[in-house]
């Protein structure tokens, strides 16, 4: 379980996947054997529309160089719901439910079945806070795994408490985290590096930063290949 590591937000549509896609990229350009999954992804069009292409799983699978089927898809989000809202409602929406109990158990069972010499990725859903069954968060469903986090925050206007509220709750619940991302937001009023160093002096992990358009950042690489 060493190489596992869960890729959680401190807000939604931030940069989480893009982030994750980055690294996976990254890793795979330096021989290091990688998987990378979302198991729970809420705005997703079924397979066969041309808009699948512009998900959050087609992108993991572009990332990994994986052809886009109905297997790999399932493999990498087996939960795929079409609303764009928290798992909870976007499930009700289509008279489905989704329990913690079988997430973490598919969960479970993709560690178990990772090489030790290979990394996994487990990118959450939404924000750290963001209610993924009916009664949990999916704060609840990174502790339940146990994994280390790596979190993703944006450079908008309130990004620097969004991202120090997340790191501090995962702080006080014992959830170790390896360091904070903070990806570019279009249209931010502050500089991507002021808001960055503005949150590194607040935590005591690195923080890395990634602008829009760019690649995964050589610390961060660094970072994720000494914890595997």
Request: with cysteine; proline share 7%; glycine share 8%.
């Amino acid at each position: 379980m060493s190489g596992a590591i869960f890729i959680a937000g401190a807000g939604t549509e931030i940069g989480k996947t893009y982030v994750t896609a980055a690294l996976t990229r990254r890793l795979l350009a330096e021989d290091q054997a990688v998987r990378t999954l979302k198991p729970v992804a809420s705005g997703v069009p079924p397979v066969t529309e041309a808009d699948f292409r512009f998900s959050d799983t087609a992108i993991l699978l572009e990332a990994q160089g994986l052809a886009v089927s109905p297997e790999t898809v399932a493999a990498c989000s087996p939960w795929r719901f079409r609303a764009p809202l928290a798992p909870d409602l976007a499930a009700a929406h289509e008279g489905r439910t989704l329990a913690l109990a079988d997430l973490v158990a598919w969960c479970r069972s993709e560690i178990a079945a990772t090489p030790p010499d290979a990394t996994l990725l487990i990118e959450g859903v939404g924000g750290l806070m963001s209610p993924v069954t009916e009664e949990h968060t999916g704060l609840a469903w990174l502790e339940a795994l146990a994994l280390p986090a790596l979190l993703v925050s944006g450079s908008y206007l309130g990004a620097i408490s969004h991202a120090l509220t997340a790191a501090e709750t995962l702080r006080s619940r014992g959830v170790p985290l390896l360091g904070l991302v903070v990806c570019e937001s279009e249209g931010a009023p502050t500089p991507l590096a002021t808001v960055a160093a503005s949150i590194r002096r607040h935590v005591p992990v690195p923080v890395h930063e990634i602008g829009r358009g760019g690649a995964c950042p050589n610390g961060l690489a660094q970072a994720i290949r000494a914890h595997a």
